[in-house]
């Protein structure tokens, strides 16, 4: 009888030893201090603005408080257009007036914050979708010859900064180029009459221009 109860205790006692060493034991089923690295706090409110001088800003909210372990290296905002990466800024904003969005409109962007040390954190989940809707440029007009060069008149709204013009001989793109006058020379046309037409390229929040009335050019 006293064999039966000692041999218990024992078995008893190892049970209690095997329980104790699993609690402890990190890598028994993510007990302990193990677990999935926690993620960074999404970005809120994404929303547009404009400036002057053509400058279009996606603006957005990032997390707060910044996890203190990653304070120091910092936080990378990447930046999502129809799922398709744009661009990264430690910024709040960018300016996407010089961007150009490919595929139909709406354009749906999305933000994540993006740890620059990835041992203490994940990238957060993406932001909620925002859309910008992006409308038309006016064509321009009155192309016409101003001695050697081909040249046109952009039209005044909205600010336009340096968007490039695309240059059209015979329905054929030709080249883009930035600005309201071109050597006529360079188009490289063959001699003969060439129709003409000129459209502003499609930047930030607005599309392609219609092409411009077609412009006769005779080359010698």
Same mark, same amino acid.
């Given at each position: ?76 905002? %990447? #930046? /999502? $257009? &129809?799922? !398709? *990466? +744009?661009?990264?800024? =430690?910024? @709040? ?72 013009? %695309? #240059? /059209? $001989? &015979?329905? !054929? *793109? +030709?080249?883009?180029? =930035?600005? @309201? ?40």
């Amino acid at each position: 009888m006293k064999k039966k109860i000692i041999t218990l205790l024992v078995i008893l006692i190892m049970a209690m030893a095997t329980v104790a060493f699993v609690a402890c034991d990190d890598t028994a089923g993510g007990g302990g201090g193990g677990g999935e690295t926690p993620r960074l706090g999404t970005p809120t409110n994404v929303t547009f603005s404009v400036a002057t001088g053509g400058r279009h800003y996606i603006n957005w909210t990032p997390a707060t408080p910044a996890p203190p372990t990653i304070e120091v290296l910092g936080i990378d905002f %990447r #930046i /999502y $257009a &129809d799922g !398709e *990466f +744009v661009t990264q800024t =430690t910024a @709040s904003r960018y300016n996407i007036g010089s961007t150009v969005f490919a595929g139909t409109d709406p354009v749906e962007f999305t933000i994540v914050a993006n740890p620059r040390i990835t041992t203490h954190f994940q990238s957060s989940l993406p932001s909620a979708p925002a859309t910008l809707t992006r409308t038309p440029l006016a064509a321009p007009t009155g192309i016409r010859t101003l001695t050697t060069n081909l040249t046109w008149t952009n039209p005044s709204t909205p600010a336009l900064g340096n968007w490039p013009t %695309r #240059i /059209y $001989a &015979d329905g !054929e *793109f +030709v080249l883009e180029h =930035t600005g @309201s006058i071109f050597p006529i020379a360079s188009l490289g046309l063959p001699a003969g009459t060439h129709s003409i037409t000129v459209a502003l390229a499609a930047r930030g929040p607005h599309l392609q221009s219609p092409q411009s009335i077609a412009y006769n050019l005779t080359i010698a």
